[in-house]
C-alpha cells in the first residue's frame, strides 16, 4: 500500500494558536482526504485536499477554521486555526489509489489546554 | 452526516473464540471496507468486498459483501490477544459525492487470554 508519513504524531498547544500538520506520500496519488477522529469515536471527514484549487469541505467545516494546501501529487498540509478545547482530536491525512484503495496516516492527536 | 449502524459496540471474548460483527446501511454501497485502528494509530485495511455476495479471507478473518448490498459481516476466528483494537465498517457509493466513504460507529474487540 501507499506509505503516508504524517507529522507531528501529537501535539499539545495553547487555546488560540494554530497548529499545521503535515502528510507526505511515498507516490502520486489523486486523491487526498483529512479526517478528524474525536475521542471515541468514528472518523468524520473534513475535507477533500485538491491538488492545485482549493479543497472540498464537508458540512460544518470551513476554510477559515481548517485552510488546506496541496501543492503537488504527494504531498498536503492541514492547519487548525484559532483552536480551543473542542478541537483536541486526533487527525488523519488519507489517500485513495486505485492499486490499494484507501490507505490512512498514523495520525496527529492534538490536545488544546 | 450518514453513518452505517455497526454492531457489537464492544465485545469482550476469552482467547481462542470466534468473533462476528457486522454493519447495515439504508442506502446500497458499490465497495464494503473492514478496518482495523490500534491504539495511536491510523485505521488499516483489513478486507476489501466489491461485489454482492462476494466472501473473502484473510488469514483468520473472514468478510462478506450482503447480496442486498446494504450490510456486511466480519468474522474472526479463533482469536488472540493481536486482534484487540477497534473494528471500523466503511461503505462507498458509486460516482460523485456518493464516491466519499461512510463509516461505522466502530467495535471495540477486548481479548481475555
Known amino acids: 500500500s501507499a506509505v503516508i508519513s504524517q507529522k507531528p504524531s501529537r501535539d499539545i498547544c495553547q487555546r488560540g494558536t494554530s497548529l499545521t500538520i503535515q502528510c507526505q506520500v511515498d507516490s502520486q496519488v489523486t486523491m487526498m482526504f483529512w479526517y478528524r477522529q474525536q475521542p471515541g469515536q468514528s472518523l468524520t471527514l473534513i475535507a477533500t485536499a485538491n491538488q492545485g484549487s482549493e479543497a472540498t469541505y464537508e458540512s460544518g467545516f470551513v476554510i477559515d477554521k481548517f485552510p488546506i494546501s496541496r501543492p503537488n501529487l504527494t504531498f498536503s498540509t492541514l492547519t487548525v486555526s484559532n483552536m480551543s478545547p473542542e478541537d483536541s482530536s486526533i487527525y488523519l491525512c488519507s489517500v485513495e489509489s486505485h492499486s490499494y484503495g484507501y490507505t490512512f496516516g498514523s495520525g496527529t492527536r492534538l490536545t488544546v489546554v | 452526516g450518514q453513518q452505517l449502524n455497526q454492531s457489537p459496540q464492544s465485545m469482550f471474548i476469552q482467547e481462542g473464540e470466534d468473533v462476528s460483527m457486522n454493519c447495515t446501511s439504508s442506502s446500497i454501497f458499490n465497495t464494503w471496507l473492514w478496518y482495523k485502528q490500534d491504539p495511536g494509530e491510523g485505521p488499516v485495511l483489513l478486507i476489501a468486498?466489491?461485489?454482492a455476495g462476494e466472501l473473502t479471507s484473510n488469514g483468520r478473518l473472514t468478510a462478506q459483501f450482503g447480496i442486498t448490498r446494504k450490510d456486511s459481516f466480519l468474522n474472526i476466528s479463533a482469536s488472540i490477544p493481536s486482534d484487540v483494537g477497534i473494528y471500523f465498517c466503511?461503505?462507498?457509493?458509486?460516482?460523485?459525492?456518493?464516491?466519499?466513504?461512510?463509516w461505522g460507529l466502530g467495535t471495540s474487540l477486548a481479548v481475555n487470554p
Open positions: 466503511a461503505g462507498q457509493g458509486s460516482a460523485g459525492n456518493n464516491r466519499k466513504l461512510i
Open positions: 468486498l466489491y461485489k
